[in-house]
Structure formats: C-alpha cells, structure tokens
C-alpha cells in the first residue's frame, strides 16, 4: 500500500478561493461607546460606488449594522466609510408580509446569524417574521436582490428613500423611481442619489407615503389608477403581490449621482439580462481576481481569514464616485462644485494615517486604480481649489494634516500617476502650503501662517491640536 501511494498520481490541491476566507461581519460587534471595529457586512464589488448592507440600526444611526442587535430593519444601499463621517445617499429595501408593515419599526424581523451569510459578492438572511429569505449580489453601481416568500396575499417590498427631503414614484407596474437627498455634509444644495427599482413581478397594489411614521395601512391603490408619485420630508413606497409558497421574485436595483435616466442606464448596462446566479458568479470573481494579487501560503486558516478580511477592507475605499455614460465615458457628478464633469472622481477616504498604509499598498498591487485616484484628486482641485483631507463625498471636516501631499507625491515618484495630470497635482500640493478652506478648516493648512515663519504652529495662537498639525 505504501508503494502504490507513492507511485501512483498525485493528489491534486484544492485551496479555497480569497474570496472565502472573506469574514464580512469581522469587527461588527461595535458600539458608539466601545469600537471593536466599526465595521458593517458591506456587499460591493471592489472600490464600487454603492454597497449594501443589512440594517440593525434606526435610520440615520452610523452603526448601521451591529452583530448584537436582533433585528433587520432594512436592505440599505450605503456610502459610508465611518460611524463618526456617517452616511449619505442612502435609502433601504426590506421584503415584508403584513398589509400594515411599512415604517421602520413594524417592518422589522428578528434574525439569526446562523441563517445569515455573509461574503463580500452575496448576503442573505431569513428574516424570521415574515418567513422570508432575501438575497442581495452587487455590481459596482447596480445589484440584484432575490426574495424568497411564503403563500401570502399580503407579500410586499417597501422602498424607503428615508428622510430629509425625497421622492418616490410609480413608473408602472413592475418598476420604483425616486431619490434620496439625505447626508452628513459635504455635498453641494443639489445633490441627488437618484435609484430605479424593477421587479420581475406586477404588483397587485401599491402605497405610498411622505409620513410613514404616522401612516395608516389600507389605502392602497391599483395601478395605474391614483397617485403615481410622492415628494415631501420622508418618501416610502409599498409595493404588494399576492405568493405561492417559495415563490422568488427578483428586484434590480441601480442608483446615480448624475440623474434618473444615468440610473436607468447604470442599471440596463451593468446588469444586462444576467440572472442572480450570473451576478454572484461574476461578483465573487472580481473579488478573487482583486485579493488573489496577493497569494499567501503556510500559514493557518484563522490567519488566512484574518488576512483576506483585511485585505478586502482595504480594497473597499476609496469608492469610484464616477459613472460612465452613454459613450462608455468616465463622468462624475462632482460633489466640490455640483456641476457633471467628464473624468475620474473616487471618494470615501480620509488621508491621515492611510498615506502610510493604503495607499502605498495600493502603489505597489494595484497601481492601476491608484492611476484613476490621482486623477480624480486632480479633479478635485481644479473644481475645488483644495486637496482634499477628508472626502465624503466632498470636503468634511475630520482630522488634521498636509497629508494629501504624501499621498500626492508618493504616486508620482513612483510613476503610478497619469502623465497629464502630474503638473496640476504639483501645483496643488504647492498651492496647499498657504491657504486654508474657508468653511472646512481640516482642509489645507490651518495655522500656515505660523508654519511657515516660525517653523511650527504654536499652543497659544488658538488652533487646536497644534502639534500634530505641527508634526504633520
């Protein structure tokens, strides 16, 4: 038997792909009062423009999703790189059964992480409550949800564009359009998230509301008879079908920053006819495509899982912010001046301390997306004036420090930064030596004056944090 094992053919390997040792829900069990991460189970694709995320948390709440909490509340399309920078852009999906289950808090279901799965290109749960399975799979604008219902004449999806300001409208009988203005700062008077919903399904009936806190169930309406859309303070759609017992119905969903009809376009070009298993296939590809540039060997599954987990952490951000239009062109609307440009723009990053970490990683395994970065902080100067320090989606006041100029400086001497753009980021880091944002002081050099004549920002002249601006 020994010489048979050890002449006959060898036994092939089988290794895992990176993307399986992927622990989303690594660094969740957080709170405002004690961080063990901060982190939320994100369903993207690498640096994508939208992920997804369940929420635990009460709308507007930055730790959207937290491992201890007992309830979903919502499928929620996010930008958020921080509970302290919060969200923006943001509105949720949540699969419900019950005519009366429509605001955030009769909507809700318990759920177990035992019948929850959590990977970078798919996410499912059964929600408990209203014996459904919903499925989420992502493109980098756009993604596929699959609902799984029980026998109900009271099935439904509830599409919340959320609060502050937005719109929610009946397009016909198998599709939701609207928007959402909702953030924390750092956008322009007309920033807009537009989002296109298109079930596979008619609906039996809609509702819709701008109170869904104080809302009354049982006006629905037959489409195309009433009301077609609803704009005000917090707009919410209903939309019902009548199931058979695993019944799947199938939800694309597609957002943009540039308008209704880029959304519309965001959503047919991305996702095509691809079904949700062509979707996740292609998904957990790019993602194994993405983490596989590293390739680790010896070392023990638990370090594995610890380094690709991190490893997709740190391909999360910065996210593109630019779309591509109908000349497959890069545009993006620009969250400095409002206006829609041509050109790359990523954001969702703050500098200080990742000049020293990510983005000489990013140098060095995928120079080819810091390319597109460094041109999309060109952008950012000519349409703001600044560097910016801490971008989400624009300038926000977060941190200290000159550190866009190491991470500006870094690409070029390394090469990575593209050709036309080096002159303009020059002048930029030039520029930043002697000015300072008029609204957002952590952008530029607060205290340059002093800086540049005495050597350093000194502690009495009424700038906080002095050393380490000082230092940085």
Same mark, same amino acid.
């Given at each position: 038997?020994?010489a048979?094992?050890?002449? &006959? ?8 792909s *990176? ?12 709170e ?6 901060? +982190? ?20 507007? !709440? ?32 949540? *699969? ?6 429509l ?31 919903a ?16 026998e109900?004449?009271?099935? &439904? ?7 502050r ?17 909702r ?32 809302? $009354? ?20 759609? $209903?939309?019902?079908?009548? +199931? ?23 959503l ?11 979707? $996740?296939s ?14 680790v ?12 987990s ?12 630019y779309?591509i ?12 001046? &409002?206006e ?17 970490c ?7 395994v995928?120079?080819s ?13 000519r349409?703001?004036?600044f ?8 300038h ?12 500006v ?11 036309? !753009? ?12 002697? $000015? ?21 920002? *000194? ?10 601006? +000082?230092?940085?």
């Amino acid at each position: 038997m020994g010489a048979a094992a050890c002449c &006959g053919a060898p036994q092939e390997q089988t290794e895992s792909s *990176p993307s399986e040792y992927v622990t989303t829900l690594m660094g969740t069990q957080s709170e405002f009062a004690l961080s063990t991460g901060n +982190t939320y189970p994100a369903v993207a694709l690498p640096w994508g423009m939208n992920f997804w995320t369940p929420q635990t948390g009460e709308m507007g !709440d930055g730790w959207a999703y937290t491992y201890n909490a007992h309830t979903i509340r919502g499928l929620k399309q996010t930008h958020q790189p921080s509970p302290w920078i919060n969200d923006y852009g943001q509105f949720a999906v949540m *699969p419900v059964r019950g005519n009366d289950k429509l605001d955030e808090e009769s909507r809700q279901s318990w759920f177990s992480h035992q019948a929850e799965t959590a990977k970078p290109y798919y996410y499912s749960v059964y929600l408990a409550d209203h014996d459904i399975l919903a499925e989420i799979t992502p493109t980098e604008r756009a993604a596929l949800m699959r609902f799984t219902f029980p026998e109900s004449t009271e099935s &439904g999806v509830v599409i919340d564009a959320f609060d502050r300001g937005s719109r929610v409208e009946i397009v016909d009988d198998r599709t939701v359009a609207g928007y959402t203005t909702r953030n924390n700062g750092g956008v322009p008077e007309n920033f807009r998230n537009w989002f296109v919903n298109r079930f596979d399904k008619p609906f039996t009936a809609v509702e819709l509301t701008d109170k869904p806190a104080g809302y $009354k169930a049982g006006s629905r309406q037959l489409y195309p008879e009433g009301g077609k859309s609803v704009e005000g303070e917090h707009a919410v759609a $209903k939309v019902h079908f009548a +199931t058979t017992r695993g019944e799947r119905i199938t939800l694309r969903i597609a957002s943009s920053f540039i308008s209704p009809e880029q959304a519309v376009r965001n959503l047919e070009t991305e996702l095509g006819t691809d079904d949700f298993e062509a979707v $996740k296939s292609k998904a957990q590809a790019r993602w194994d495509e993405v983490l596989g540039r590293i390739e680790v060997r010896g070392g023990s599954v638990d370090q594995l899982r610890t380094f690709y987990s991190c490893l997709y952490r740190s391909t999360l951000f910065p996210r593109k912010f630019y779309e591509i239009d109908a000349e497959g062109r890069p545009v993006h609307y620009s969250p400095y001046n &409002g206006e829609v440009l041509p050109g790359y723009m990523y954001t969702d990053t703050g500098f200080w301390d990742t000049f020293r970490c990510l983005f000489p990683l990013l140098n060095l395994v995928y120079p080819s997306v810091n390319a597109e970065i460094q041109a999309g902080l060109a952008n950012a100067w000519r349409e703001s004036g600044f560097l910016p320090e801490w971008a989400s989606p624009g300038h926000r006041g977060c941190m200290v420090g000159n550190n866009s100029a190491s991470v500006v400086s870094d690409a070029i001497l390394k090469g990575i930064t593209p050709a036309e !753009d080096v002159d303009d980021l020059y002048a930029a880091m030039l520029s930043g030596r002697m $000015k300072v944002h008029p609204t957002v002081s952590s952008t530029g050099r607060l205290g340059h004056e002093y800086y540049n004549t005495l050597g350093y920002v *000194p502690y009495n002249v009424g700038i906080n944090e002095n050393v380490a601006r +000082t230092l940085e």
